[in-house]
């Protein structure tokens, strides 16, 4: 069974940076979407991030500008960097692994930002 562990959530202060990954246990196939979800505190989980191969990649609205999502295949590692954070940010970051009828998650990381 594949594995996700997410690591790097810490607290930051406003404009702050983190960098978020995401190690899988398993071989994370080209075809394997990629992506980050993350859940703050009385809403709806949300997709921050996605990457559906090598160099195709979609992000929310609200972090466009901010936020890249990269993938290192040969290492089975999938990083979120986070720039310029805002309080809004604030939420549990999820990775997740898709391909077909198959999906996984991490047990998530916890991001906080504030002054």
């Known amino acids: 069974q594949v594995q996700l562990v997410e690591s790097g959530g810490d607290l930051v202060q406003p404009g702050g940076s983190l960098r978020l990954s995401c190690a899988a246990s398993?071989?994370?196939?080209?075809?394997?979407?990629m992506s980050w979800y993350r859940r703050a505190p009385g809403k709806e989980r949300e997709l921050v991030a996605a990457s559906t191969s090598g160099s195709d990649t979609n992000y929310a609205d609200s972090v466009k500008g901010r936020f890249t999502i990269s993938r290192d295949n040969a290492k089975n590692t999938v990083y979120l960097q986070m720039n310029n954070l805002k309080p809004e940010d604030t939420a549990v970051y999820y990775c997740?692994?898709?391909?077909?009828?198959?999906?996984?998650w991490g047990q998530g990381t916890q991001v906080t930002v504030s002054s």
């Open positions: 398993g071989t994370i196939y080209r075809l394997t979407t």
């Open positions: 997740n692994a898709n391909r077909g009828v198959y999906t996984y």
